[in-house]
Each structure stands twice: as C-alpha cells, then as structure tokens.
C-alpha cells in the first residue's frame, strides 16, 4: 500500500518534529528525562523578555545548545529525504526542528516553523550571523550595536510568517503527506497534515508513540526507527 502510494504520489511534502532530530542523538526539548526541561525553567529563559532581562543566562543557554549541535549531525534518514528531494519523489520538507540537519544533509526546499540554532541575527537591523560568530563571543552587531540573539521562536513570539506561509502552501499541494517523528501536539503546526487530509492527500504519521491525529491518517507506523523506515521506503523507490 504504502509502496504504491509512493511510487504514484507526484507532490510528496514531509513533515518532521522532535523524533527526527533524538534519532541523532539530540535530547527531546520538552522530555522530562533528558534533562533540559528539568534544569532551568525554559519558559523563562528562552524567552524575548529574558533576552533583555536576564541577558547573561540567555546568552549561556543558547550557546550551550549551539555548542551541543557540534556533537551531532543529521542520520540517514535525513540524507534519504535529501536525495529523495535531488531524485524527484519528496517537493518540500516542513520541521518543527531548529538544529538545521536538513539542510546539513542536503535539502534546500525547507520551510523552518521554528527557525534555525545555525544562525544569529540582531534583534534591531535583522543583520544575520553565523551561529560560529556567537560562540566565539560576538555578542552584538558590527554595523549598529543591537543585541544578537538565536534566529528561533523563543517564548511569546509568533511564528515567522514566510516559513508558515510555506508549509501552507506546500501542504495544500500535497497528494501525499509524511509525518515523521512529531507528536502532533503543538499548535498550530500539527494543523497541517489535517490540511492535507482536507485538500485529498494521502496522509502516513511514523512515530514511536501513537498521536492524537493517529485517526485521520491513512497509514500509521509505531515503534520503528525513522532511519530505517525510510531506508526500507526507499528500496520501493529505486
């Protein structure tokens, strides 16, 4: 079934959240036993009000996890979408994920929700840094002096507009829809695959745990490796 649909779908649009990036090896943001939620409160600090009221920790925080990025990359799952994306079969890629292993891996059509940790800008000109710059210690911009600061959503911000706008459109497009590794709790980015339901395609979740959209898909995998999914998806396609 899924091997049909695969090899019939002429716009394949990826979705891909938290379970794509632990696959690397990176902790789970929001686990309560990694560690990240239960040492510091990151409601408060990756927040825009800690930014300039607790510039200190803000600063060491995301450092950190810059820092931590260096001892990761992506996993062959992300290279498969990447050469699914050179061969044809997958148009586009939607992520929750800001650690930028898509593009590392070699996808170009990516429409961040979240933004990127491999980029800094300034909050006051927008003038953009390589997340390289902020861990050597630049901490505001050559050109006007305003503060830098992670090119994510941080706390009590909105989503970027062009990105949303882009998995808009790109879900609306789709025939086949893939979500990989998302819990499909937060929203409104677990709006989408529902989007796709609407305008008449096909719909797969692959994670390890069941969702709360489990319903509406067409086609459910639990408890496997992403990597070794789309490892075996991909011999259908060759």
Sequence with gaps: MIEEWLKDSSYTVVFTGAGMSTESGLPD??????????????AKIASIGSLYQNPEEFTEFYRSRMAGLREYGPHKGHYLLAEWEKRGPVKSIITQNVDGFHQLAGSSQVAELHGTLQTVY????????????????????????????????????????????????EASRADLF???????????????PLIAKENGARVIIVNREPTQLDGYADEVVHDRNIGDVLEEWDSYLR
């Design 29 to 42: 943001f929001r686990s309560t036993n990694q560690g990240l939620w239960e040492q510091k409160n990151l």
């Design 122 to 169: 300034c909050q006051e000109c927008g003038r953009t840094y390589s997340s390289d710059e902020y861990l050597e210690g630049t901490n505001h911009c050559v050109v006007c002096g305003g503060v830098l600061r992670p090119s994510i959503v941080l706390f009590g911000e909105m989503l970027p507009e062009k990105p949303f706008e882009l998995a808009l459109q």
């Design 178 to 192: 893939i979500v990989l590794g998302s819990s499909l709790s937060v929203s409104p980015a677990n709006q989408f």
